[in-house]
């Protein structure tokens, strides 16, 4: 059993930075790929970003890449997304999600757990 928990979230201006950050329990995830989805209100849940088990793969949606970046400390067991050039557009609940277990990263499915969300909105 894993349990991930969010947190970094918050209202903010757009052009600002945000990092949010997902603690994993329960077991290390170090071996593990992991990843960040977002939903915003009426939409479906789309993927952000996924790194491997040490940091040396990662992959973006095509509309965060060169604003987001997806790291991780294994040490902490924990994940970060680093949000800067925020836009309303990024508005949405953030999730962590892994380990990555199934087909195509970009799929919510292929996740094993998730965490509860972390709210982020940006005004303009």
């Known amino acids: 059993q894993v349990q991930l928990a969010e947190s970094g979230g918050g209202l903010v201006q757009a052009g600002v930075s945000l990092r949010l950050s997902c603690e994993g329990s329960g077991r290390p995830l170090s071996e593990n790929a992991m990843g960040w989805f977002r939903q915003a209100p009426g939409k479906e849940r789309e993927f952000v970003a996924l790194?491997?088990?040490?940091?040396?793969?990662?992959h973006y949606a095509d509309s965060v890449k060169g604003r987001f970046t997806i790291s991780r400390d294994n040490a902490k067991n924990t994940i970060y997304l680093q949000m800067i050039s925020l836009k309303p557009e990024d508005t949405a609940v953030y999730y962590c999600a892994g380990p990555f277990s199934g087909e195509h990263y970009t799929m919510p499915q292929a996740y094993d757990y998730w965490g509860q969300g972390t709210q982020v909105t940006v005004s303009s």
């Open positions: 790194i491997n088990y040490n940091g040396g793969i990662t």
